[in-house]
């Protein structure tokens, strides 16, 4: 069995009703995970928002940085909203942090339970079904084909096309 953390990455409002600036929390968040690691946890997992009440809108970059300051403890998005993520640039996000993290990254693929990033990134609300389905179809088959042909109805087509860097195994574990 795996014990391990989850959070979001929520603003802390102090004891006269302040919330804590994004920087400091930040710093918190990545504290927290070097703690988590001393201790034996398995996993760190830190959720995406598009919002002024939460920190971490990127969480590959915040993992990025807890990555440099543990050793054992699996980094992961909780989650990553892929609905409104391009893809091959979620992949390579976090191919970069396995490899920064010696093969530590995880990708937690979901359809996010808030809607501010469809319209944040040009998406319509109405596809949000069809916009997962796409795009989980291209993730997986970036992460297990090299190279890659593929075509969907939200971007552009993929012709023989590699896709670098590769993560430490030349595969991501997702979810």
Known sequence: MELGIGMFGDLQINSKGEVQP????????IEEVKLMDEV?????????????????????IVLAAAATVTK????????????????????????????ISNGRAELMAGRGS?????PLYGYNLADYDELFEEKLDLLLKI??????TWKGKFRP??????????AVNNHLNIW
């Open 143 to 148: 992460n297990n084909e090299q190279p890659i």
């Open 40 to 60: 034996g946890l398995d996993f760190f997992g830190i959720g995406e928002h598009h919002r002024p009440d939460y920190a971490v809108a990127t969480p590959e």
């Open 72 to 99: 054992n403890i699996k980094l992961g998005s909780a989650v990553s909203v892929l609905s409104s993520s391009e893809p091959v640039r979620l992949y390579q996000n976090f191919a970069t942090l396995d490899l």
């Open 22 to 29: 994004a920087q400091q929390r930040l710093q918190e968040i």
């Open 157 to 166: 087509e993929l012709k023989n096309q590699e896709i670098f860097p590769r």
């Open 114 to 118: 808030f809607t501010e990033s469809f």
